[in-house]
């Protein structure tokens, strides 16, 4: 069953800015690639490529990755897809990778890139460790097919603990040592689901069958003493993505304005 909510009153807009990222923190860029077809492209593609770009020997086979891909899309007439990366030292390799003139190859398909990596959004991570937007409650928006791995299994439903979990586990591996650990306990279910507009989707990865989420669900924290936490997670979610098989595209979210509906406290 699907459950609507009205549209927020306005949403967030970024410009694409290229720059040199500072330290310590994550970012999200666009890879503009012309004459490309979207629509050809598959996420085995996109991996290829950029996992080349970043992967080493010691790295390739690691499960957890400082890296996310989105799948190709077509923006103002422009075809191209994202990457957002948690560990600046990458940032070199990305806009060397990335540089204007250089051959890409997806699939079948080949470009030159006319233009460098072109920055979206950025945060420095001591920024997520020291504010605190105050809100009790959060719209995420599931822009990609969003799955959970149940050991050989997958399931799409982003409840409370696999989302924030999946969120605090990125935390742990790769913000700085020097910021606090975010201690979150999930076992007392204190964060809810208030309101789904959504579906599932199924789709190929690996030669496995998938199921993921996409579409917009508000969550909110009853209990006020983890509320500042969970803030800071879901301001992560934009750089770090969600559940499995982030660097195939699948995972992408953007935090929204949230709503209160009508005779809703």
């Known amino acids: 069953m699907t459950v609507t909510y009205r549209e927020p009153s306005s949403a967030a807009t970024t410009t694409p800015i290229r720059m040199e990222a500072a330290a310590d923190m994550p970012s999200r860029w666009r890879i503009t690639t012309p004459g490309i077809d979207p629509t050809r492209v598959r996420v085995e593609h996109l991996h290829a490529v950029v996992s080349g770009w970043f992967d080493t020997d010691t790295t390739h086979h690691t499960q957890a990755k400082p890296y ?86 997958f399931t799409p439903w982003p409840a409370p603990n696999p989302v924030l979990g999946s969120l605090r586990a990125t935390w742990r ?9 975010i201690t979150l306990d999930l076992s007392t279910d204190p964060i809810w689901v208030t309101d789904v507009d959504g579906t599932n989707e199924i ?4 030669n496995l069958t998938v199921s993921g989420f996409v579409g917009r669900i508000r969550y909110t924290c009853d209990n006020p003493d983890i509320r500042a936490a969970v803030d800071r997670l879901i301001r992560l979610a934009p750089y770090a993505g969600i559940g499995a098989h982030t660097t195939r595209g699948l995972g992408q979210v953007r935090p929204e304005p949230t709503w209160r509906q009508p005779g809703r406290p």
Not at 129 to 138: E, I, L, P, R, T
Not at 174 to 181: I, T, Y
């Open 68 to 153: 996310t891909v989105s799948p190709p899309t077509r923006q103002t007439d422009a075809p191209g897809f994202e990457v957002t990366l948690l560990d600046d030292t990458l940032t070199n390799r990305l806009l060397t990778r990335a540089a204007p003139g250089v051959r890409l190859r997806l699939g079948a398909q080949h470009t030159h890139l006319t233009l460098g990596a072109e920055q979206l959004a950025t945060t420095a991570w001591t920024h997520l460790a020291d504010s605190d937007s105050g809100a009790n409650a959060w719209c995420l928006r599931f822009v990609t097919p969003t799955t959970f791995r149940r050991g050989n299994a």
């Open 173 to 181: 591996r790769f913000a700085p040592p020097d910021l606090p650990e």
């Open 203 to 206: 789709l190929r990865i690996n």
